[in-house]
């Protein structure tokens, strides 16, 4: 495959130039490409300038309002409700986070529900950014309908990532990050392009029924990771990041990919913890003391190594784009809105 | 098997007596025993009184300080940090999830941090009270070693249970109880005493490979729901309930079940939304479109609905226990200590 590398500037400059052109404000604009760059040099690449050609599209059409300003419409001592306008969920994720790290030291625990929202692409992103103020961080969202009901047939909830982060002593945050499918939905696609059966165990198709011919599995649901334990996760991030939230369910949101219709309007809810009041100040160590008795192992790593492996080497080699993205990247860039 | 009924106020003034004859004060045998009735009453026996025999012997022991009272030894604006002071879970949990109901309203969201605690028997137990103040209730815990860190050999972490609740309009709360392991070690007990093998996927022998033989999995360690991310988890629930809380770590912890040795020392976190704040009073109905859109597919039930008829059918008939618990149990309550 024919690729073009591009350095983490040229990343960031081409998808605000692009964002910009389709009608997104330029402080959003920079907001969604640091994320979309931080995604592709995280070697979350579903996460990354892929994204660019759909986001522009919904911001061009209007199902992605790119000159939302991200809103505070109610607060309570350690909560705040966030509107995120219709607009990218960037931008709503970074005034939660501001608001959440000025917030937590004085209250121990803090929340912000984010409704309104749309794709907020790697979730561990998010929470990384309030272990870099000293937080544990959590979040819970939603995504538009991928997976059934335990025992049922058709999608009702999102594919519902958990990411967590915890500050370290002297290493970069540890971050774990996952989707509540089995395997995403891209590796489906990746064996119905290539003509591949897929495991039993990833997809169910329409009728409900385990299936491992990938078109079917397109058409059905994906399984939760854990079968019924894991399907009882995915409810409860679904209450947690749209029933509490106000936001759409799964169900009821629009895809996150065509520029055609009503916003998806999905929800987070993202949560911090100062750990002084919980800990009398004994975290750091007490996680250090957790993380070597794991790696003291043999066969054993922490989640999220090969993300900072992968940042490591985008720092000093750039990003690896495929010759195709990035002809369409370009031709985004000159198209005008 | 020969088996004996109790009334729910028999099986609770039986507990109470036994505890307080094994050097518990009376408050403290109030608040376990109805834990134990609870459990007992929803069907989870493992939590219920089969407990009592090991319980009294602890308390008897001082491995559990059964005159222990909880103290709120730290606070912030919407965290409180309990000392369960080396006693039972219950008590310092009824503590917690008093004060937080109190605070919730103006928080929007609250924690407790528990540590120096001990097995906190049924998780969804106290979500649930936390619902019944119609608040949304997480909790997470941590145990003795059971699960190896993901590609080790050796347990690190407890099998971890996490449990959620959320009020309805006009039915009991949802409740979400769900332990990390793959199974309970308890139904590998039970094959090995029946003689039976195992499934594959289940545990790891004392050398880090799968294995059927239920002897084997006795000596290694017990498999997570959800392998790879399943142990990732694992990883957040012993961080958020033991490293937040400066509690003692799975691997840390002495047996919930034999009287010698120091507390087991483990923690958990308790943490409750009022969704006002987040979802201006829009979640009770949000809530019921989402559990209707999931009923409205044949084949598909709430979590614990099972529960929830063992509850009903316990209120009317009392509760069975087997004959040899039972004897058990009558001795208990005549040794003098």
Redesign the interface.
């Known amino acids: 495959m024919s690729t073009v590398i591009l350095s983490l500037d040229e990343a960031r400059d081409l998808s605000v130039e692009i964002l910009v052109c389709h009608q997104t404000s330029t402080e959003n604009a920079i907001s969604v490409s640091e994320a979309l760059v931080a995604a592709e040099v995280d070697g979350q690449k579903g996460h990354g300038l892929s994204r660019l050609p759909s986001y522009a599209a919904q911001s061009a059409s209007g199902k992605v309002d790119g000159q939302a300003v991200p809103q505070i419409v ?8 966030v509107d995120a306008a219709g607009g990218f969920a960037f931008p709503a994720l970074e005034l939660a986070n501001r608001e959440l790290a000025v917030m937590a ?7 912000a ?1 984010i409704y309104h929202s749309h794709h907020f692409g790697q979730a561990g992103y998010h929470v990384e950014k309030l272990a870099e103020h000293g937080l ?1 961080g ?1 979040v819970f969202g939603n995504s538009p309908k991928a997976i ?7 999608g ?1 909830f999102g594919t519902n990532p ?1 990411a ?1 982060a ?1 500050p370290r002593k002297s290493e970069p945050p ?1 971050v ?1 990050d ?1 989707s ?1 499918s ?1 395997v995403a939905r891209g590796k489906v696609m990746t064996a119905s392009q290539s003509g591949d059966v897929i495991p039993e165990g990833w997809a169910l198709d329409a009728g ?1 029924k385990p299936t491992t011919d990938p078109k079917a599995a397109l058409e059905g649901t994906m399984l939760p ?3 019924a ?2 399907a ?2 995915v ?2 991030v ?3 990041s ?5 936001a759409n ?1 799964g ?1 009821e949101a629009s895809s996150f990919f065509t520029p055609e219709g009503p916003p998806p309007g999905v929800g987070q ?1 993202l ?1 911090g ?8 100040d ?2 750091s160590d ?2 250090e ?2 993380l070597t ?2 790696l003291d ?5 922490l ?1 999220g190594q090969q993300r900072l492996q992968n940042r490591e080497l985008a720092r000093l080699k750039g990003i690896e784009i495929s010759s195709k993205l990035y002809e369409q990247l370009m031709e985004l860039r000159r198209l005008p809105y």
């Open positions: 109610a607060r309570a001592g350690a909560a705040v409700r030291p004085g209250m121990g625990v803090v929340a529900g544990i959590l059934a009901p335990w025992g049922g047939s058709l009702v958990i967590f915890a540890l774990i996952l509540l089995k409900g990771m854990g079968d334990k894991g009882a996760l409810l409860m679904e209450i947690l749209a029933a509490l939230t106000s369910f169900f809810l949560i913890f100062a750990p002084g009041p919980f800990s009398a004994g975290f007490r996680l003391t957790l008795a794991v192992q043999p066969g054993t790593r989640p």
